[in-house]
């Protein structure tokens, strides 16, 4: 069969974009989209056809295009990606905006992020800023092999990985900024897509009844791990802003406020340490 053949055929009855076949297609052939279009006469192997059908269906069964690949883009960067992590999404790139706004980029940072899961945040980070040192941390070692990959893979030498949970895991010292985009759905809301509740972990979603469970953590734990003045940066669900920066004024944080998201959503909540 030639690529023409099966690039002419409509997929989009089956709930399948043209763009995703040509990547499921792109990624068994390793060549890109590109040179699919400059070879159109080819001819793929039988075995070659059968595992492109293989990797159709599981992205018509409602398996995310990113674990398919095993691999999905962030910050102009490549990133592997497995089941034992969450896809890293377009909205997280907020969270690294706003930590180079606030932080120098020339000073000798120490930065730490809290549940880092295939590392994306982290490493974007630790990639645009070479002074800072990068501290990301998970409670999955199944996630932490994710991140040590993608740092080897990217070849960064500032960022140090460590297993544990939220700030108990860090080294006894104090941080320039602590950021986090950790899990902040509630158990039962109806709203999460099934693909997500299906394939994505669990552990890296829901956060108890209101969703707030890991951020309550992460506030009361982060005063302690922070200097002074420090900053605090949560990614959150765009109805729980209120009550983020309620819970960061509570625990003596000021400077409270919350940043949108291109989509006009209330995404990112940040406050600073030790104003009292």
Not at 72 to 83: A, K, R, Y
Not at 213 to 218: K, V
Request: with cysteine.
């Amino acid at each position: 069969m030639q690529i023409r053949d099966i690039l002419k055929n409509n997929y989009s009855k089956e709930q399948i974009t043209r763009l995703e076949m040509e990547l499921l297609l792109s990624h068994v052939l390793q060549v890109t989209r590109v040179y699919l279009y400059m070879c159109f006469a080819l001819n793929i192997s039988e075995e070659q056809y059968a595992r492109f059908l293989q990797l159709m269906q599981r992205r018509l069964q409602g398996e995310p295009l990113a674990y398919i690949l095993g691999t999905c883009e962030f910050w102009d960067l490549q990133f592997s990606v497995t089941s034992s992590v969450l896809i890293p999404r377009p909205e997280t790139e907020l969270l690294i905006e706003i930590a180079l706004q606030l932080l120098d980029k020339n000073k000798n940072s120490h930065v730490a992020d809290l549940g880092t899961g295939s590392g994306a945040v982290a490493l974007a980070l630790a990639h645009e800023c070479n002074n800072w040192q990068i501290y990301a941390t998970d409670n999955s070692w199944r996630a932490l092999q994710v991140a040590k990959r993608n740092i080897q893979d990217l070849k960064l030498t500032n960022i140090t990985c460590l297993h544990g949970e939220w700030c108990n895991a860090l080294p006894q010292k104090q941080f320039d900024a602590i950021i986090s985009n950790p899990p902040y759905i509630a158990i039962n809301d109806p709203y999460v897509q099934e693909s997500v509740r299906q394939f994505e972990p669990p552990e890296a979603l829901f956060a108890g009844e209101d969703g707030l469970d890991a951020i309550r953590q992460i506030i009361k734990q982060a005063p302690k791990k922070l200097i002074a003045q420090g900053w605090l940066l949560l990614e959150h669900g765009f109805l729980q802003g209120e009550s983020v920066r309620e819970l960061l004024r509570q625990y003596g944080f000021c400077e409270v406020q919350t940043h949108k998201d291109l989509s006009g959503h209330d995404r990112v909540t940040i406050g600073r340490s030790g104003c009292a």
